[in-house]
């Protein structure tokens, strides 16, 4: 049973350009969420949508190495712990980004139950939302 | 339903009940727990317990035919973790997106 998402994506620009966009805090809340963020090994982040209603994701990170970073993921008022790694290897012409986001399988019983409830609720709308406003910004600028 | 969410989660956190599930998804008939103990090289005890678990979570179906039980599997209470797997699926694809516009906006 598969319980772990994999991305993987080549952005054609240079490794040093997406590790600045995925590890700085003003870049990360220009494209992601807005983030309280540092690329250092037991940083407490906090990723806030700016919308109301919509449950800010805390963690710590874990490894900040380039070209490799790892952090928890916790959607607040739930006690599960999800893991989200990024890891950038240079290509032609570009950077390939291996993401992964694990482990539903890890949680049992009453964790598992609040991370269905963390995305069962109101969260989903959340990142539509910001969506919608990232793709304003792109537009706009 | 709270309740159906944690035996379903409970019976899908351990890697040999996967396993199990896994082969029951994939046998052709029903498999008796003789044939599942043989299988793993494990005690009935020990099948009969994981399979309990499972049963909990609505994921196998048991029918005892003599002396001797069947298993069925039945993987319809998966799509609860399916639909947290599809959530963040699409998350990651519209954010990557976003990154990827982000990227080809900026400078340099």
């Known amino acids: ?141 | 339903m709270q309740d159906k969410i944690t035996k379903l989660f409970k019976a899908i956190a351990d890697p040999t009940r996967r396993d199990i599930f896994h082969a029951l998804v994939i046998a052709t008939s029903a498999l008796s727990i003789t044939q599942i103990s043989n299988q793993f090289e494990m005690t009935r005890q020990g099948v009969t317990k994981h399979i309990k678990t499972l049963q909990e979570a609505g994921l196998v179906h048991i029918v005892a035919y003599g002396r001797e039980r069947f298993c069925n599997a039945d993987p319809k209470p998966l799509k609860e973790v399916d639909k947290w797997l599809k959530f963040y699926s699409q998350f990651w694809d519209s954010k990557l997106s976003a990154l990827e516009d982000y990227l080809d906006s900026k400078e340099g």
């Open chain 1, 1 to 141: 049973m598969k319980d772990v998402i994999n991305k993987e994506h080549v952005f054609n620009h240079t490794i040093d350009k997406v590790w600045s966009a995925i590890t700085n805090a003003d870049e990360i809340s220009t494209w992601f969420l807005a983030a309280d963020f540092k690329p250092e090994a037991g940083y407490k982040y906090t990723f806030k949508s700016k919308t109301d209603h919509c449950e800010p994701i805390f963690g710590e990170v874990k490894e900040a190495n380039p070209y490799k970073l790892v952090y928890t993921w916790i959607v607040t008022g739930t006690e599960a712990v999800t893991t989200v790694t990024w890891n950038l290897v240079p290509v032609e012409n570009g950077t390939k980004l291996y993401l992964e986001h694990s482990g539903i399988s890890k949680y049992e019983g009453e964790t598992a139950i609040e991370m269905f409830e963390s995305f069962n609720g109101g969260w989903t709308n959340c990142v539509n939302r910001l969506t919608d406003y990232l793709k304003e910004l792109v537009n706009a600028g």
